[in-house]
């Protein structure tokens, strides 16, 4: 196979600086999954869907931590020549496995954290664990059937040089996948992203309703809990997905750019894509704030006796609570 060069155009310089980034964001985020899971292998086995949803998140989670070693040594630019091309086949595909991934199934949560809100007495068939499990393994195939033919379709033989790309390993078959996948994968950021913010804004105008309730503190909380959610996600995902399709169209040729405004756009996805791989640390907050199982576990491994009682007073006394509504809502005409 015959080599081919490289573009004239380097925008792959002073890679650096991301890397201190990328390297706390490993060490904080692999530290919390670890506990993370951890905590989910000694709660309880009869686990409901938002703990399913959960445990999906930390999956991925786990594919991200396999990953950015690979891409700090890379961006360092002392990773071997099999390293680099190992990178641009799958470590770098992983990158966008978690990304979608997560961004499914903190739809998910939205939408299950909104339905025992709103309908708290009745049980829909996204909320039944069993279906549950099913939908996780749809949304795995789909995510794994979009980006794996990045990593299988051949690449081509080019130039070793320190400063190539990972698109420039691409045919115009890889090249015409690439682009295709990255416009579905915007499809479905757009079409998640419009569950979690409806189904959000839908949970805190119920909650603003009820502020002056007797039991306002629960309804702070439950607030905290949804804004917690939404601002990670905002955060984490919104400013690469603004980046990504002119990028993108860039790189495949799609619409021709000066050289200094490709440069711009690349740092630009680099910069917005710590934001997006910055999810690895919120993720456990999440854990925390919004499984009932993993808050029990956490403070029965490392709370006080007095935490311990006033939390499983707090559950006995939520548990009572939805029970009466439950029952005056039966005893309606």
């Known amino acids: 196979m015959s ?28 530290i919390g999954s670890c506990f993370a899971l951890w905590t989910f292998i000694h709660t309880e086995q009869n686990r409901k869907c938002m703990s399913i949803y959960l445990i999906n998140l930390l999956t991925a989670d786990f594919l991200l931590t396999l990953a950015l070693p690979v891409k700090i040594i890379v961006d360092l630019g002392i990773a071997p020549w099999r390293l680099k091309i190992f990178h ?15 961004i499914i199934f903190l739809a998910f949560v939205s939408m299950d954290r909104c339905l025992q809100l709103i309908h708290r007495c009745k049980i829909y068939r996204i909320q039944e664990p069993g279906f549950a499990k099913m939908i996780s393994a749809v949304v795995w195939i789909m995510v794994l059937f979009i980006t794996v033919p990045n990593m299988v379709i051949p690449i081509k033989e080019i130039k070793e040089v320190p400063t190539v790309g990972c698109i420039e390993f691409k045919t115009k078959m890889g090249r015409d996948w690439h682009v295709f996948t990255n416009f579905l994968c915007s499809a479905i950021f757009l079409n998640f992203s419009a569950i979690v913010l409806i189904s959000n804004f839908l949970v805190i105008r119920l909650l603003y309703r009820n502020k002056y309730n007797e039991s306002y503190g629960n309804v702070r909380k439950a607030l905290v809990n949804i804004l917690l959610v939404t601002a990670s996600y905002i955060i984490c995902f919104v400013p690469y997905h603004i980046v990504r399709i002119p990028y993108t169209l860039t790189q495949s040729k799609a619409i021709t750019t000066d050289c200094y405004f490709k440069q711009s756009l690349f740092k630009a996805k680099e910069s917005t894509l710590l934001f997006g791989v910055s999810n690895l640390c919120f993720d456990p907050i999440l854990y925390f704030y919004l499984s009932k199982t993993f808050r029990l576990q956490v403070s029965k491994t490392f709370g006080s006796r007095k935490e311990k009682n006033t939390l499983s007073e707090e559950q006995q006394g939520t548990h009572e609570e939805l029970t009466q509504q439950c029952d005056v809502s039966v005893e309606r005409p």
């Not at 080599?3 to 985020?29: A, K, Q």
Request: glycine share 2%.
């Open 88 to 102: 641009c086949q799958v470590t770098a595909c992983l990158i966008y496995i978690n990304m979608y991934v997560s």
């Open 3 to 30: 080599l081919h060069n490289v573009s004239d155009c380097n925008v792959y310089t002073d890679m650096e600086p991301f890397t201190y980034f990328y390297y706390l964001i490993f060490l904080i985020g692999f």
